[in-house]
């Protein structure tokens, strides 16, 4: 019986569909947030909420389980270091998804997917130069 089976396919074989999720986990961890289609969100939203869970394990072996599934041990190590342990209190929802709209090419649902404690930093104002 299937009951409660759901896996998102995103209309690849197991193996590309387990690197493109372990490939945009690793680099919501890295880079804090990124932007990519609605579909491919909700599914790394599920591995990075995992990962989280993991890191505040913080044991051997959940290192390793982390390692396995990102591939990736600079995002591991920094999963560890800082993403986890500033999710220690909260007992879940640690990423936010915030819907941008379609893409021009596709009309696919863009969306950025984000840590919930992540506070962008503001840009930098232009100087402006000196006329002489």
Known sequence: MRHRKNTVKLGRPTAARQA???SLVSNLILNKRIT?????????KRQADKMVTLGKKDTLAARRQAISALRDEK???E????VAPAMK???????????????LSDSSEMC???????????PKKAEK???K
């Open 20 to 22: 493109l999720i372990a």
């Open 36 to 44: 990519t289609t609605l579909a491919k969100a909700r599914a790394a």
């Open 75 to 77: 995002a591991v190590q």
């Open 79 to 82: 999963l560890f270091a800082a």
């Open 89 to 103: 209190d909260r007992a879940g929802g640690y990423t936010r998804i915030v819907k941008l709209g379609k893409r």
């Open 112 to 122: 950025i997917l984000e840590w919930v404690d992540f506070v962008p930093k503001a």
């Open 129 to 131: 130069k000196d006329k």
